[in-house]
């Protein structure tokens, strides 16, 4: 089991830089792939960025290529992960949910074994 916990969410400007971060602790050979989603009011959960097991690869949503970075870490006991996001828009206001667990790279929310419980993100123009 691979608990998750997001942080760095608040209130932002358009134009502002976040970065989200999110511990996932646990068995750390079950972390796998791991993944950014997204939920806005009133809408369904919305793949955000994707990143493979190793970190050398992933995959970000249209709406965030060029102004957002997926990283993360393995080395210490415990897995991070990380979501830069530039030049922020007000439609980015939403709860950003991190998950793990997944065989590789997936915007499929079902490919994901593990989930935080989210981080809210507020934008305003």
């Known amino acids: 089991q691979v608990h998750l916990v997001e942080s760095g969410g608040g209130l932002a400007q358009a134009g502002d830089s976040l970065t989200l971060s999110c511990t996932a602790s646990?068995?750390?050979?079950?972390?796998?792939?791991m993944g950014w989603f997204r939920e806005a009011p009133g809408k369904g959960r919305e793949f955000v960025a994707s990143i493979s097991t190793s970190g050398f690869n992933n995959w970000l949503a249209d709406f965030l290529k060029g102004r957002s970075t997926i990283y993360r870490d393995n080395a210490g006991a415990e897995n991070t992960l990380w979501l830069q996001m530039n030049n922020l828009k007000p439609e980015d206001t939403a709860l950003y949910y991190c998950a793990s667990g997944a065989g590789g790279i997936t915007s499929q929310p079902t490919s994901y074994k593990s989930w935080g419980k989210g981080t809210l993100v507020t934008v305003s123009s």
């Open positions: 646990g068995r750390s050979d079950s972390v796998g792939a």
